[in-house]
Structures are given as structure tokens and as C-alpha cells.
């Protein structure tokens, strides 16, 4: 039994030394611990052992949380203080002994969300295909690891640990995975479900870009909110800025509805529309915004597209699929034109995330108030809103498809955008999303209380408004 006045390096100075003392002295009088062994006795995932291991000055190395140096402290304390001979061990919760006093836990998710939103950052300037994979650990490069990135991460191992879970922040790759999840599924804190972010993915698990939700997250903290949009669109405002305001607005209008009602086309069919357009505009259009349909998501010479939304169709068990969440969501399965693919070209992945998927439903909402006699203007004033019932009109709406109420509302009372320039200020809630999240207007409408706003399901926004 090693002796008391051998106290374990510290671990700050020396961290590899600290482990491979704490190892020694949990190995002693018993069948000698594996490093594997000792990363299942304190909940860590064997390749976050292996980086806690590494030589301070290797890019591999990753520093232990402070919580884990705790808990190893405390294990190697009862090691060199065994029970008296005879006595039972006292029982011991091994989730209590560790518990933060404070609660910093409650910035995990606004931290967690900037993290992400900084790797897709770094992906997307970098050229890369996906954010959930390829990120490497070095400090500095187009795919490193900052400061506040390794901090985010030291606190989702110090949330895992503290709930007794293995540590899935030791390692960027396995993070990023997480994120795809619903936060309520792999961080079960009191923090996350008391904001409402129980079903929050950070990440879109099909186009493997932030979700809206990462975005409004992160506001605020490390100023990264809207930069991948802004990056992508800012070609297309140049274009734009070219011209009149009353001119780019009805450029900007044009642009935007042909895109959401036609995420593929037909190369004729983009060259027919684009005709109408500016040189400067239909040019960035042309370039920026489509791209050939890829072969992956073909079966044969021709393409199947989705009788409601007109983007692909893709083979899946049981048959036919559509590629817009937010119309699978809605409507079952209707197959509609085929058309030969090498003639077509679709929405690139950007074009996809911040215009296609929420203009479904803003869509679906126009064209149900136009068949009721109403004026409507989508996208007015270069997106002041989603809608509103024509020049002069005191109605402004914007749809919203936050997975979580409490977000969306604690947004829109802090930043209600362009809907304070109107007397009434609709918040619409896909039919979708209120039928798939319990009580969404209600809980909405709850954070939204004292504010102008008011929260509609977008089928109950048609009836509210009625007939022109």
C-alpha cells in the first residue's frame, strides 16, 4: 500500500505522471488496472484516456477536466484510507461527489451551439464537404481547435462525468456526432430541460450543417450567428445593391420564390427565368445557387420529383421518399414529374438549409391566403418578414420551425426583426412541428407574454385571417 506522504504529482504541471501515479497506486493489491480499466472506473471513453496521456507538447493531447482530476483525487484518497477491518463501506453515491457547487453548466448549451457554428465556419471556408468529419485537434489552421472550442468541450466532459456518463467531449469528431442527437438524448441537465432544449439538435443529421436553432443559440456568444448565410448570400446583395431599392426588392422577391418552388430545374426552365434578370443577378444565380444533380440520388437516367415541393425524390425502404424535411413532415409520399437528370440541376446545400427548407411552409401559407382573396407579398422589403397581406398592409407574419418554443420565443421577445415595423405581428408554427412538440403554441405564446407578437398554428393564421 503506497504510503501517505506519496502524494500524486499534480496535475497541472504534470498530467501523464498523475495518471500513471494514480494507476499505480488503484492497481495495488488487486489485479493490475489496464488503462482500459481505469477509463471504464471513471467513465471516460478509452480514446479520451489516450489523449489525457499524451506528452503536453503533442497536438493529440487534451487536458483532463477538472471534475475528472477530482474524482481521481477522491478515488486515490479511499485507496490510501481503506475501511476499518471488518466495517462495511459506507454507501456512497457516485454521482455526489462530484457535483459542481455552481451551476456553469447553464452556459453548456449557448457554448456547445457557438462551437459548432465555429467548425461549420471553418469547413465552409475551407472548402470541406461535411463538418462531422475531418477536424483535426491542432490549435491553429482552417480546421483547428481554438481556446473557447477545447473549453466547450472540457464542459461537456465535465456534464457527461457529473451525470455518471462516459465522456464524449474528449474527442471533436465523436462531439460533433453528438450534436446530430437531440441534446435531451446525450446531456440529460436540468439546464437543458428547464430551456426547453430537450429536443434541440445542434447539428442537421442529413445536410450535416448547424441547425437554426445552433444559430440562435450562439447569438451573442462569439458573434458567429448569420455568418455562414451572410458568406453565402453576399454575392447575390452586391448584385442587388446595383439597383433601385424598389428594384432589388421585386429582384429579391423573384429570386427567392422561384427558388423555394423549384429546388430542382430543368436547365431551360432556370434559363427561361433567369432571362428576366440583371446580368449581375442571373450570373450569381446561375453560378452560387444550382449545381448538377447528383448522381447518388438518381436510380437510372431519370429523377422522380416530389408532387408537392418539386425537389428530388430518393429511394428509400418502402419507396419513394422526398428530400425537403419540412414537406415529408407534412404530406405523405406523392411522386410527380420524371424528367431526364442529366438535364436538371438543384439547389446547392446553403441554398437548401436557408432558403428551401423554412420557404416550405412559407409557401404553403401564401398560396392558402391567395385562394382566399388575400394580397400577399412574400418576402417584402428583402425579407423585412416572410409575408404580409400587400404594400400598406398592417399584418406582418413570420414562420418559424425552431424545435424548441422556448428558444424561438425567448428570440423573437428579445430580437422580434422586422415585425415591429407592423400593428399586427404574426408568429406562425408549421401544423408539423405544433403537432410533432406538446403544447409549442402555448409554451411559445408563454415566453412571448407582454410582447406584440402573437403565436398561431399556420392553419389557425388562415382561418384568424379569413377571407379578403
Given at each position: 500500500m503506497p504510503s501517505k506522504s506519496a502524494p500524486l504529482p499534480d496535475a497541472k504541471s504534470d498530467?501523464?505522471?498523475?495518471?500513471?501515479?494514480?494507476?499505480?497506486?488503484?492497481?495495488?493489491?488487486?489485479?493490475?488496472?489496464?488503462?482500459?480499466?481505469?477509463?471504464?472506473?471513471?467513465?471516460?471513453?478509452?480514446?479520451?484516456?489516450?489523449?489525457?496521456?499524451?506528452?503536453?507538447?503533442?497536438?493529440?493531447?487534451r487536458t483532463m477536466p477538472k471534475l475528472l482530476v477530482e474524482k481521481i483525487e477522491a478515488l486515490v484518497a479511499e485507496a490510501h484510507s481503506p475501511s476499518p477491518a471488518g466495517a462495511a463501506a459506507p454507501p456512497r453515491d457516485p454521482h455526489v461527489d462530484w457535483k459542481p457547487r455552481s451551476d456553469p453548466l447553464k452556459l453548456l448549451p449557448a457554448s456547445l451551439a457557438a462551437l459548432v457554428i465555429r467548425q461549420a465556419r471553418q469547413v465552409f471556408m475551407g472548402g470541406g464537404a461535411t463538418m462531422v468529419s475531418g477536424v483535426d485537434?491542432?490549435?491553429?489552421?482552417?480546421?483547428?481547435?481554438?481556446?473557447?472550442?477545447?473549453?466547450?468541450?472540457?464542459?461537456?466532459?465535465?456534464?457527461?462525468?457529473?451525470?455518471?456518463?462516459?465522456?464524449?467531449?474528449?474527442?471533436?469528431?465523436?462531439?460533433?456526432?453528438?450534436?446530430?442527437?437531440?441534446?435531451?438524448?446525450?446531456?440529460?441537465?436540468?439546464?437543458?430541460?428547464?430551456?426547453?432544449?430537450?429536443?434541440?439538435?445542434?447539428?442537421?443529421?442529413?445536410?450535416?450543417?448547424?441547425t437554426l436553432e445552433a444559430e440562435e443559440l450562439s447569438a451573442g456568444f462569439g458573434g458567429m450567428t448569420g455568418l455562414l448565410e451572410e458568406q453565402v448570400f453576399a454575392a447575390f446583395q452586391d448584385s442587388l445593391s446595383k439597383h433601385s431599392a424598389k428594384d432589388a426588392n421585386d429582384y429579391y422577391t423573384a429570386v427567392r420564390t422561384f427558388v423555394v418552388r423549384n429546388p430542382v430545374a430543368t436547365r431551360k426552365q432556370l434559363l427561361k427565368f433567369l432571362a428576366a434578370l440583371p446580368s449581375a443577378v442571373w450570373v450569381c444565380i446561375e453560378q452560387q445557387f444550382y449545381e448538377p444533380l447528383p448522381g447518388a440520388l438518381v436510380a437510372g437516367e431519370t429523377a422522380t420529383l416530389c408532387g408537392h415541393c418539386n425537389n428530388v425524390m430518393t429511394a428509400q425502404p418502402g419507396g419513394l421518399r422526398c428530400t425537403t424535411a419540412a414537406c415529408a413532415a407534412e404530406h405523405a409520399a406523392t411522386p410527380g414529374r420524371m424528367l431526364p437528370a442529366a438535364d436538371l440541376l438543384r439547389l446547392n446545400r446553403s441554398m437548401r438549409k436557408y432558403w428551401l427548407e423554412p420557404g416550405i411552409d412559407e409557401v404553403r401559407l401564401a398560396d392558402r391566403l391567395a385562394a382566399r382573396g388575400h394580397t400577399v407579398r412574400m418576402y417584402p422589403n428583402r425579407d423585412m418578414v416572410d409575408l404580409d397581406l400587400g404594400e400598406g398592409s398592417p399584418v406582418g407574419i413570420d414562420l418559424k420551425a425552431y424545435s424548441s418554443p422556448e428558444l424561438l420565443g425567448e428570440r423573437l421577445r428579445r430580437r422580434p426583426g422586422g415585425l415591429k415595423n407592423y400593428k399586427t405581428q404574426l408568429l406562425v408554427i408549421p401544423d408539423w412541428m405544433a403537432r410533432r412538440v406538446p403544447h409549442y403554441v402555448e409554451r411559445v405564446s408563454a415566453c412571448l407574454e407582454g410582447s406584440s407578437i402573437r403565436a398561431l398554428t399556420l392553419s389557425d393564421t388562415v382561418e384568424v385571417l379569413g377571407h379578403a
Open positions: 498530467q501523464k505522471a498523475f495518471l500513471a501515479a494514480a494507476k499505480r497506486i488503484l492497481s495495488a493489491g488487486k489485479t493490475r488496472l489496464t488503462w482500459d480499466d481505469l477509463a471504464a472506473l471513471l467513465g471516460v471513453e478509452p480514446r479520451a484516456m489516450k489523449t489525457y496521456r499524451m506528452p503536453a507538447a503533442s497536438s493529440d493531447y485537434r491542432l490549435w491553429s489552421g482552417v480546421s483547428g481547435l481554438g481556446d473557447e472550442d477545447r473549453k466547450a468541450m472540457a464542459l461537456v466532459s465535465r456534464a457527461r462525468l457529473t451525470l455518471g456518463l462516459s465522456d464524449v467531449g474528449a474527442e471533436i469528431h465523436q462531439l460533433l456526432a453528438q450534436c446530430t442527437k437531440p441534446l435531451g438524448e446525450w446531456l440529460p441537465l436540468t439546464a437543458v430541460k428547464e430551456a426547453g432544449l430537450n429536443a434541440v439538435c445542434l447539428i442537421d443529421a442529413e445536410d450535416r450543417m448547424p
